[in-house]
C-alpha cells in the first residue's frame, strides 16, 4: 500500500520509548512488599510490541535499582535488551539517586575497563569517567541526533547535583551542535514541583546548569525522579518528566502529605521532528475498550483524497 499523508506533518524523523524509577528489587521481590515491579516493564513493553512501533532507542531516566543490587540491574537488563534487540533499539541508562554507580558501570554498561563498556562501538555511546565511583556521564549518536545521559546522583543522599567538572564536560561536548541537535536525560528534573518534600531533594544550583544548556543544540530534557508526569521549561528547553514504572505520586493528597499509590504507572514516547519534540503518555494496563476504529476502516480511509477523507471523519452526522 502507497504511503498515506494524513495530516499537515511529516512523520516523525525519530522515536524515543521514556521511561524511569522502574526501582527493581534483587530476586524480584516485591517492592514495599506489595508493587510488583517487574510486572509493570514486561507491560510496558508488551503494549509496545502490541501497537506495532518501533522505537529508535529505550531511555530509562535512572532509578533502575531500588538499591543497585547487581542482580536487580541483571534482571532489567534483560528484559530491556531483549525486546531492544527486536526493535535494533538503542538502550540508554541514566544514573538515579537510587543507583549504585560501580554496579551500574559492570552490569548494565558491561564494562570491561574504566571508561569503556564492551559494546560502546555498537552503541554509539562515549562514558566519560575514569573510575567506578566517577559519574556515569555518556553521550549518544543515533542517526544524528545526540542524546547526552548526565548523572546527577549525588552518592549516599537523594537529592542532585552537577559537579563542576561536569559543567564543563557538558559544555565542551555541546560546543560542537550535533546534526539534528541534542536531547538532555538526566534523573533530577531542573522544574518545580507541588509536593514540599520532594522540593528538598531537587537537583541543587539549577542556575549554572542553565548557564551551560541556554543556547545550545538541547532540544528537549528527560527526567524522572519525581514518581508522576509533569512538564516545563529549563533554559528556554520543554522538559518532560516521565511517571516511575513502579509506583507514583498522589498529587491529590491531602496537603503536606507524600503518599505514593500503587497505580497510575505510565511511560512516555518521544516523537522527535524535524521542528518539534512531543512528549506522549501511554497508561499501563488493561482497560475495558469504549470505542474502536478496525483497521480495516482506517484502510478505507486511506485510499481516499485528504478532502474525501476529511468529508469522510470529520464531518458530524
Known amino acids: 500500500m502507497a504511503t498515506v499523508h494524513w495530516g499537515q506533518h511529516a512523520p516523525a524523523e525519530k522515536l524515543l520509548v521514556h521511561l524511569s524509577d522502574t526501582h527493581f528489587l534483587a530476586d524480584a521481590a516485591a517492592l514495599y512488599g506489595t508493587v510488583d515491579t517487574d510486572h509493570t516493564v514486561h507491560r510496558a513493553l508488551e503494549q509496545l510490541h502490541r501497537s506495532g512501533i518501533c ?75 575514569t573510575g ?64 514540599p518534600l520532594m522540593k528538598v531533594l531537587e537537583l541543587q544550583d539549577q542556575p549554572r546548569l542553565a548557564a551551560i544548556l541556554a543556547g545550545s543544540d538541547v532540544r528537549a530534557i528527560l527526567g524522572g525522579h519525581l514518581h508522576y508526569s509533569t512538564q516545563g521549561m529549563f533554559a528556554g528547553i520543554p522538559v518532560s518528566v516521565a511517571a516511575a514504572t513502579c509506583y507514583t505520586m498522589d498529587l ?47 484502510d478505507q480511509l486511506g485510499v481516499l483524497t485528504p478532502g474525501e477523507r476529511l468529508q469522510a471523519f470529520s464531518r458530524q452526522r
Do not use: C
Open 55 to 129: 522505537p529508535d532507542a529505550i531511555v530509562l531516566t535512572g532509578d533502575v535499582a531500588d538499591r543497585g543490587e547487581a542482580d536487580a540491574y541483571r534482571r532489567i537488563r534483560d528484559i530491556v535488551e531483549a525486546a531492544a534487540a527486536e526493535w535494533e533499539a538503542k538502550i540508554i541508562w541514566v544514573m538515579g539517586n537510587h543507583d549504585k554507580r560501580a554496579a551500574f558501570r559492570s552490569t548494565l554498561l558491561r564494562q570491561r575497563h574504566s571508561g569503556e563498556s564492551a559494546d560502546a562501538a555498537d552503541r554509539g555511546a562515549v562514558d566519560q569517567g
Open 132 to 195: 567506578n565511583q566517577d559519574p556515569v556521564d555518556q553521550v549518544h549518536v543515533i542517526d544524528g541526533l545526540r542524546v547526552i545521559a548526565l548523572d546527577t546522583s549525588v552518592p549516599g543522599y537523594h537529592h542532585g547535583e552537577v559537579s563542576d567538572a561536569q559543567l564543563e564536560w557538558l559544555r565542551a561536548v555541546l560546543s560542537t551542535p550535533a546534526r539534528h541537535g541534542s536531547i538532555l536525560a538526566l534523573h533530577h528534573p531542573p522544574i518545580p514541583t507541588p509536593i
Open 252 to 298: 491529590s493528597a491531602p496537603e503536606r502529605e507524600l503518599i505514593g499509590v500503587n497505580g497510575g504507572q505510565t511511560i512516555n514516547l518521544v516523537h522527535v521532528y524535524a521542528d518539534q519534540i512531543t512528549h506522549s503518555q501511554v497508561p499501563l494496563g488493561a482497560f475495558a475498550t469504549v470505542t474502536q476504529f478496525p483497521s480495516d476502516y482506517v
